[in-house]
T-cell receptor
C-alpha cells in the first residue's frame, strides 16, 4: 500500500512566519502534488513536481514555493504566512504515466495562521 | 461551464435506501475517472475507478456515459458509515487532474 506522510496534522503559526510543510512518500512515485482545500472551493492545486528538482505552478501558486531535492520528499513553503493561507493542505503522489492511475493522499495538515 | 460539476447536496437518505449521484465533465478529452470518498477533516481516499463498461464493488456501482459526459455512483443498501463527501475526479489526456467539489451524503438512522 502506498504511504504518503505529512509531517504535521495540525499546525498553528503567526502572520509573517516562514512555514514549511513536509510530505514524504514511500512508493518511488515521480509525481507529487500540493493542494489546499477550503469549504465551498474544493481542492485547488498549488504546485506539483514530476521529478527531482522539477516543479510546476498549479492554479494558485502565489505566496507559496516548493522544494523537491529528493524523489520521496516534496516540501511546501509559505514564505511569509498570511491569514488567508489558513486552510487544509493535502499532499498527493502518483507514479509516472499517470493517465489511468489514481492519486494517493497524505492525511492532510490543518494550518492556522494567526 | 465548470470543468467538473457535482451537486453539492447534502443528500439526506434513510439507512438501507439506494442513492445515486452524478458528476458531469465538460472536456471531451477526458481519459480517466475516479470516485473518492472524504470523511470530515480527513484526506480523500480512492473509492473506485470508473470504467467505460461500468464497474461494481459490493454495494457500489460506478458508470461512465461518454456521450453525455457524466459519471455516476450508485450506493445500494446504504449504511450509516457511508456518510461522507464523494469527490469526482477526471484526468484529461494531457494528464491534468480535475477534482469536483464533492457531494455530501448523510445517511439517516
Amino acid at each position: 500500500d502506498v504511504k504518503v506522510t505529512q509531517s504535521s496534522r495540525y499546525l498553528v503559526k503567526r502572520t509573517g512566519e516562514k512555514v514549511f510543510l513536509e510530505c514524504v512518500q514511500d512508493m518511488d512515485h515521480e509525481n507529487m502534488f500540493w493542494y489546499r482545500q477550503d469549504p465551498g472551493l474544493g481542492l485547488r492545486l498549488i504546485y506539483f513536481s514530476y521529478d527531482v528538482k522539477m516543479k510546476e505552478k498549479g492554479d494558485i501558486p502565489e505566496g507559496y514555493s516548493v522544494s523537491r531535492e529528493k524523489k520521496e520528499r516534496f516540501s511546501l513553503i509559505l514564505e511569509s504566512a498570511s491569514t488567508n493561507q489558513t486552510s487544509m493542505y493535502l499532499c498527493a503522489s502518483l507514479p509516472r504515466g499517470r493517465g489511468n492511475q489514481p492519486q494517493h493522499f497524505g492525511d492532510g495538515t490543518r494550518l492556522s495562521i494567526l | 461551464r465548470k470543468e467538473v460539476e457535482q451537486d453539492p447536496g447534502p443528500f439526506n437518505v434513510p439507512e438501507g435506501a439506494t442513492v445515486a449521484f452524478n458528476c458531469t465533465y465538460s472536456n471531451s478529452a477526458s481519459q480517466s475517472f475516479f470516485w473518492y470518498r472524504q470523511d470530515c477533516r480527513k484526506e480523500p481516499k480512492l473509492l473506485m475507478s470508473v470504467y467505460s463498461s461500468g464497474n461494481e464493488d459490493g454495494r457500489f456501482t460506478a458508470q461512465l456515459n461518454r456521450a453525455s459526459q457524466y459519471i455516476s455512483l450508485l450506493i445500494r443498501d446504504s449504511k450509516l458509515s457511508d456518510s461522507a463527501t464523494y469527490l469526482c475526479v477526471v484526468i484529461l489526456r494531457d494528464d491534468k487532474i480535475i477534482f469536483g467539489k464533492g457531494t455530501r451524503l448523510h445517511i439517516l438512522p
